[in-house]
Structures are given as C-alpha cells and as structure tokens.
C-alpha cells in the first residue's frame, strides 16, 4: 500500500512540473521521454542483464503494440496540460480503468457487473458535465487529449489481458523511446534551459520512471481493487500542488463532474475492496 500510495504522490508532480517548465509542449515530451527511457533501459539491464534492444525485441509485437498505446498516451498528458486544467486533465484521467473494463466487454467477452454499468453511466455524466464547461473555449481541445489519453491507456491495458506474458517495464520503457523520437522530430531540444532540462529530468526518470517502478512492485501485493483506490490520489493530489504553488483555480463545472466521477470510482472501489476482504476471510 505504502508503494503504490507512493507512486501516486510522485504522479501527481505531473501538472505541477508541466507548469514550471518554460518548453513547449513537443520539447518537454522530447527531454521526458529521453530520460524515463534512458532510467528504465539501465534499471532493466542492471537487474535483467539485458541491452535495449534485447529488451525491446523479448516483448514482440503485442508488446511493442502496449508501447506505442503508453507513448500515445503519454504524449496526449503533455499536449492536453498545455490546453486545459490539471485538474480536468488528471480527472478525464481517471476514467481509462472503467474504459478498459468496457473495451474489455466487447473485445474479450469480459463479464461487466451490473454496478460497474452504472458506475461507468455516472463517470460518463461527470465527464460530459466538465467538458461542457469548456464548450466554445480554448480548453476543449485540451479536454478531448485528456480522453484520448484515458482511452490509449485502455486500450494498452486491454492488450496486457489478452497477452499476460508481457514484460511491462521494456515496454514502458520503449513507449518513452518513441515518445522522444516524436519530440526531437517536432520540438526543439536545445531551447531548454539548465533549469528546464533538470526539472524534466526529475520529470522522465523521477515522475514517469521512478513512479511506474514502484506502483508495479506494490500493486503486485495487494488486491487491484486496493491499488486502484489508492492510485486515485495523483487526482485528488495533482490539482492541490498546482493550486498551492501557483494558484491554479478550478471551476465550478469541474469541480462538480470531477466530484461525480471520483464519487462514483470511489464507491465501486470500496465495495471491490469490501467483497476481497470478505473473501480472504472465507478462506
């Protein structure tokens, strides 16, 4: 719990370092991808043995295809932070595990509980409630990255289920390599200052990096249920640090369909987390 906790603390610095950076949104993907990359090739092939590119290629093709949904999706978090709200971008967030669970329905004849209908129904009413609030304005388009980012990561997590055998940090680590080949290919690297470049070091190899490590070691010890409900602090956390340090404000409209959709994920979680104590009991 103290792991995956941990790795939420450290996620919710996303929005935050995204503020205090002077790049442009195509530079700071560059010089984050560089580093998680960078990070996640040597901590795998100190405790692996392995090169990078034995790494890349023991994934495949499913794993370079969960890759490329981490690096869609990892790009979409940079370029919807630079439109909108932290707080719209972390909470439309939150709503890719119960995309998942319904892609998971249609693609894998996954059994979806009456409970998890409506707790998708109510997710849906809050999303539509913070994106009307930016209907006609500059955020929308921001608010539409947010749910492509949600979606790319439901569908990498859909592609983990039907190929369980996927070594997740390679592929973590070469959706970061990607993510840095579009950011050289469109942003301009040499424009970072000493400052930025340090801070999106911490960014890539710290937030990205460092935070992945220790939710994958953590969630593997306690039930998904209880990770999942643990991990929604980077939302509750994320738009308190850019609040309390730059005086970031949240509407009215998001904090309504923000409270809608964490209520109703809080709600869903709390009775898996009840019915998995309930059954460890049993046993």
Known sequence: MLLVAGAATVWSSGGLIARLVATDAWTTTFWRGLCAAAFLIVVIAVTRRQ?????????????????????????????ALTRTSVANTLILMSVGPW???LLGWLVLGER???????????ALAGVAIMVSASHGTSRLAGDALAIVMATMFAVGTVLMRRHPDIQMAPAAGLGAALTCV???ALGSPGSASARDVALLAFFGAGQLGVGFLMFTAGARLIPVAESSLIGMLETVLGPFWV?????ETIGARTVVGG????????????????????????T
């Open 112 to 122: 979806v509980r009456p409970r998890t209908w409506l707790t998708m129904g109510l």
């Open 259 to 282: 409270a809608v959709i964490l209520t109703a994920l809080v709600a869903h979680t709390l009775l898996d987390v009840r019915a998995s104590v309930r059954a460890s009991r049993r």
């Open 182 to 184: 579009v950011g050289l």
């Open 99 to 101: 995309v998942a669970g």
């Open 51 to 79: 090169g990078p590119l034995a790494q890349w290629r023991a994934i495949g093709l499913p794993g370079a295809a969960v890759a490329v949904c981490l690096a869609t999706a990892s790009t979409c978090f940079i370029l």
């Open 243 to 247: 609040w309390l340090v730059l005086g």
